[in-house]
Structure formats: C-alpha cells, structure tokens
C-alpha cells in the first residue's frame, strides 16, 4: 500500500491538545493517517515517499462550509451595483447557465480552492439553488472529482415563487420551463441518487432549500410583525425537504436570517433545525432564536464581515460556528486563511476595537475542526490524527513575510496566504506538488474557464455591467442607469 511522510516540518496538529510538533512528522499510508509525532519518533518505511518540510508547516487540510457554484465565473460582474447584484446575477443563473458553465465552474473553483489549501468544499449550485437538471450537480462535482478534491454538492428548491421560470440550453437554442416545487425535489433526489457518496465517498450531497422559511425575506432581516406564522409553503417545504434528506440520510445546508428561526421553530417536527444541518448568516437573529439554536444543537456557519451576525453571543450559548467564505463573488475569495483574518479583523473592531477577542489559535479552530464539525465530518477530518483520513497542506514559511521562524499559529494566521500553500494532499493522494497541480492541466482549465464567462456575457447581455473602476472619483458614479438583466420571472 502506498505510504508517504511528511517530516522535518513544524505539525499543528488541531487534535483534541492542540498538539505543535517542532520538527514533527505525519505518515500515511493508504487514505488515513497512520502517525503522528516528532521526527525521531515517525520515521520512514523502505518504500515511502518522503517528503522534506523543513521551515514548512504541516497542517490539516482547511475547510471551506459554506461557497456558492458559479461565482467563480461571474465575479467581479455587478460587484459595483451590490444592492442590485443579487437581483442580476441570480437571473442569470436561472437562465443563461449551460452544463458546460458549471462543469467550467468546478474546474476554476476546484484549482482556487486546492492551490489555497482548502480540502473541502460545500459548493451551493447557484445563489439560489438550482435542482431543475440534476446535470449541472453533477458536473459541477465531475470536475471537483477530476482534480481530486473533496466536494459537498448542495441542491434544493428555490425560493417563492413557485413553479418558477428557468431557461434550459439543452440544444443550441434556449427554451423556457416553468418547475414547480416538486420537480425541483425530483431534481434534488436525483443528484443524490447520482453522485452522493461517490468517488470513494469524497462528493457528497446535501439538501438545500434557499432559506429555511421560504415565505419571509429571502436575503434579509426580518421584523417581528413581518415573521409572526408559518404559511403552508413554509411547512410544506420543511416537511418534503425532512422526508428526502431522511430517505437516503443526507445532511441539510440553507440560510437563516431574523425571524426565520423562531417561525421555523413553530412546526418542531419538520423544522429545519438541528444537528444535521447548518445555516448560514443568522443576521440580526434575537437572543430567543440564539437560544433554539443551542437547545436544537443546530451548527451555524459565518462569513465576514456579517457585521449584524451575532457570532460571539452565539459562541457563548455553546453554538457551533464555523468561518466560511460564502463563494467568491461578487468581490470575495476562496482563500481560507485570509478569510480567517478578514474575519478575526472585523470582530475586533466590531467589539470596540479589542483585539483579544479570537486568539489566532481559536480562528484557526474555525476553518479546520470547528468547520469539519459543522458539515457533520468531524470523525475524518480537520484535524491530523491517527485514523483519520489523510488531507493535509504544508505552507512554506521560509519567506520575508513569515519571518522570523516563531509563533507558528500567530504567523499563519496574520500573515500567511493561500499563496504560501506549497503541497496538498486528499484522501491520502498528493494532488497539489511544489505548486503544481498534478491531476488537471490548470491552463486548459482556466482557458475553458474564461471561454465559458465570456459565453455567459453574450447570452445574458451583461456587457453594461463590465464597468470601468471609477478613476478619480472617491464616490462610485454611472453615467447611465443600471439596467436588470430582462430575463422571464
């Protein structure tokens, strides 16, 4: 069975002790770690594959629970119209979206992710889920299993109205279809009966309606007069959303804003809420809803700057929370360790400038354990430990910036970047070596990338939305108004 050692290199372990090995060593053998410790102690078999991380670090490989699909190749388009961004690019999504686009998506987004360090990935398809044909799931996951990463694929209903417009590309020519709910269920159930598990259990699916309480603000907080009972769409969609995740024992993913948690919470039975399941955002949520996280055990993911998400209140409650990077655009990244830092940032200024608020330590708890936990996979990853599976990043730290060679956590917390990740390895397979990627050709996939974006732009008209960056004015100003892209709805 192939072995590997990683040796010579400083290991933050992210185990129970939160074990740093000076000049340690992690072999593996197969998909799983089979030790861990210092390099006198772990020491290589005949036939292993050594691997010298002398002034490098060893660390589990770091989790991303929370993207969106697409973004990739739609960044930057509408970044400075944000109040009218979600209202152009979801249309888009909904209509001008090939198989190509999403299997081009996983490709960019995959070789982001992999040459930052980020292992595993939960990659929403679209902004607001798109289930209609099961194929854009499922190349989506193709290319994420083709650069050898791990990928939770989530899918699920939109939101109201329902049925709801979707433009389809199956041929040369775009045709119109109105899905209903249901369909968009079937259409759920089949990438889980397609892809979930697959490749040796490295894709994996989750359910995701677009928010828990479809019959309030999708995007927003909110009021109590606005969020007072669950309609019949509310309850039927927690019902069917519970009955499917149930049949084939997948988890559930959506986000939550004020108000939905308290009216989800009125149908217990059925409610999106507990340990199987994380939502993302939680603006504005009250001390009430604070509270039926903690006594549901429900997980909770955060993207900076998030500046109304309650992270510490809930943190005290005893709710899981882990940083997520909440896709890459319209100006975001997929950058893990820089989100980490963006996010300890903004929590300091946001508790009145106090910087004792997240330790390094606690931030890095954040994208390795902490989010291996959220998604449910705390058993097999985010952390190096005997008998886990075996993905691991090494970060090279002998550069100006990570200098001088002390306090490992504090320096790849406040200085390093996915730039400094050298070599990856999932599943106990190096797929990231010295930099280059070994499974893909990076430049062809990147070529396919930029040819589907540009696609994308032609068939949606969004040449208006391509501005120019706004030399010489300090406030952004158009010389015309913004048009929404003039899609069926």
Same mark, same amino acid.
């Given at each position: 069975?192939?072995?590997?050692?990683?040796?010579?290199?400083?290991?933050?372990?992210?185990?129970?002790?939160?074990?740093?090995?000076?000049?340690?060593?992690?072999?593996?053998?197969?998909?799983?770690?089979?030790?861990?410790?210092?390099?006198?102690?772990?020491?290589?078999?005949?036939?292993?594959?050594?691997?010298?991380?002398?002034?490098?670090?060893?660390?589990?490989?770091?989790?991303?629970?929370?993207?969106?699909?697409?973004?990739?190749?739609?960044?930057?388009?509408?970044?400075?119209?944000?109040?009218?961004?979600?209202?152009?690019?979801?249309?888009?999504?909904?209509?001008?979206?090939?198989?190509?686009?999403?299997?081009?998506?996983?490709?960019?987004?995959?070789?982001?992710?992999?040459?930052?360090?980020?292992?595993?990935?939960?990659?929403?398809?679209?902004?607001?889920?798109?289930?209609?044909?099961?194929?854009?799931?499922?190349?989506?996951?193709?290319?994420?299993?083709?650069?050898?990463?791990?990928?939770?694929v989530s899918v699920g209903p939109a939101g109201l109205p329902w049925p709801?417009?979707?433009?389809?590309?199956?041929?040369?020519?775009?045709?119109?279809?109105?899905?209903?709910?249901?369909?968009?269920?079937?259409?759920?159930?089949?990438?889980?009966?397609?892809?979930?598990?697959?490749?040796?259990?490295?894709?994996?699916?989750?359910?995701?309606?677009?928010?828990?309480? $479809?019959?309030?603000?999708?995007?927003? =907080?909110? +009021?109590? &007069?606005? #969020?007072?009972? /669950?309609?019949?769409? *509310?309850?039927?969609?927690?019902?069917?959303?519970?009955?499917?995740?149930?049949?084939?024992?997948?988890?559930?993913?959506?986000?939550?804003?004020?108000?939905?948690?308290?009216?989800?919470?009125?149908?217990?039975?059925?409610?999106?809420?507990?340990?199987?399941?994380?939502?993302?955002?939680?603006?504005?949520?009250?001390?009430?809803?604070?509270?039926?996280?903690?006594?549901?055990?429900?997980?909770?993911?955060?993207?900076?700057?998030?500046?109304?998400?309650?992270?510490?209140?809930?943190?005290?409650?005893?709710?899981?929370?882990?940083?997520?990077?909440?896709?890459?655009?319209?100006?975001?990244?997929?950058?893990?360790?820089?989100?980490?830092?963006?996010?300890?940032?903004?929590?300091?200024?946001?508790?009145?400038?106090?910087?004792?608020?997240? $330790?390094?330590?606690?931030?890095?708890? =954040?994208? +390795?354990? &902490?989010? #291996?936990?959220? /998604?449910?996979?705390? *058993?097999?990853?985010?952390?190096?430990?005997?008998?886990?599976?075996?993905?691991?990043?090494?970060?090279?730290?002998?550069?100006?910036?990570?200098?001088?060679?002390?306090?490992?956590?504090h320096r790849l917390i406040h200085q390093a970047t996915g730039g400094d990740?050298?070599?990856?390895?999932?599943?106990?397979?190096?797929?990231?070596?010295?930099?280059?990627?070994?499974?893909?050709?990076?430049?062809?996939?990147?070529?396919?990338?930029?040819?589907?974006?540009?696609?994308?732009?032609?068939?949606?008209?969004?040449?208006?939305?391509?501005?120019?960056?706004?030399?010489?004015?300090?406030?952004?100003?158009?010389?015309?108004?913004?048009?929404?892209?003039?899609?069926?709805?």
């Open positions: 069975m192939p072995a590997t050692l990683f040796t010579n290199g400083t290991v933050i372990t992210m185990d129970p002790d939160r074990r740093i090995i000076e000049d340690g060593a992690v072999r593996v053998v197969g998909d799983r770690i089979a030790q861990v410790g210092s390099s006198a102690e772990v020491t290589a078999a005949p036939d292993d594959e050594v691997i010298d991380c002398c002034k490098k670090l060893i660390i589990p490989g770091l989790i991303d629970a929370h993207g969106h699909a697409g973004h990739c190749l739609i960044r930057s388009i509408a970044a400075d119209t944000n109040p009218l961004w979600m209202k152009i690019v979801t249309p888009v999504y909904y209509h001008s979206t090939t198989r190509e686009f999403w299997y081009a998506d996983g490709l960019v987004s995959g070789l982001e992710r992999l040459k930052s360090g980020v292992t595993t990935s939960l990659s929403i398809i679209s902004s607001m889920p798109r289930s209609d044909d099961p194929e854009f799931a499922i190349q989506h996951a193709k290319a994420y299993g083709e650069i050898g990463l791990r990928e939770v709801r417009r979707v433009t389809r590309w199956d041929t040369s020519a775009a045709v119109l279809h109105e899905v209903s709910f249901a369909e968009m269920m079937d259409g759920t159930e089949a990438v889980i009966q397609s892809i979930n598990g697959a490749r040796d259990g490295r894709t994996s699916v989750y359910v995701t309606p677009f928010t828990i309480v $479809p019959s309030l603000d999708p995007s927003n =907080m909110s +009021t109590p &007069d606005q #969020a007072v009972s /669950l309609t019949k769409d *509310d309850r039927d969609q927690a019902r069917m959303v519970r009955e499917l995740a149930r049949k084939y024992g997948v988890r559930l993913h959506s986000d939550a804003f004020a108000g939905q948690i308290r009216l989800a919470y009125q149908d217990k039975e059925n409610a999106l809420l507990g340990p199987d399941i994380h939502l993302q955002h939680c603006w504005g949520i009250s001390h009430e809803e604070i509270d039926i996280l903690a006594e549901t055990g429900t997980h909770v993911t955060h993207a900076p700057p998030g500046r109304s998400t309650p992270v510490i209140e809930m943190m005290a409650r005893g709710v899981s929370l882990a940083v997520t990077s909440d896709g890459t655009a319209p100006s975001r990244y997929f950058d893990m360790l820089q989100t980490a830092r963006n996010f300890q940032s903004t929590q300091h200024v946001l508790r009145n400038h106090d910087r004792y608020y997240f $330790p390094p330590g606690k931030v890095l708890e =954040m994208i +390795t354990i &902490d989010a #291996a936990r959220t /998604l449910g996979m705390e *058993d097999d990853i985010g952390s190096l430990e005997t008998g886990k599976k075996a993905d691991i990043a090494i970060i090279d730290m002998n550069k100006a910036h990570l200098t001088p060679n002390w306090l490992p956590v990740v050298e070599t990856v390895m999932v599943d106990g397979e190096i797929l990231l070596k010295n930099h280059r990627v070994l499974r893909v050709d990076a430049d062809t996939a990147l070529e396919l990338g930029n040819a589907e974006a540009q696609a994308l732009v032609k068939r949606s008209d969004l040449q208006q939305h391509l501005h120019a960056p706004g030399w010489g004015q300090v406030y952004r100003t158009f010389d015309t108004k913004v048009d929404l892209p003039k899609f069926p709805v």
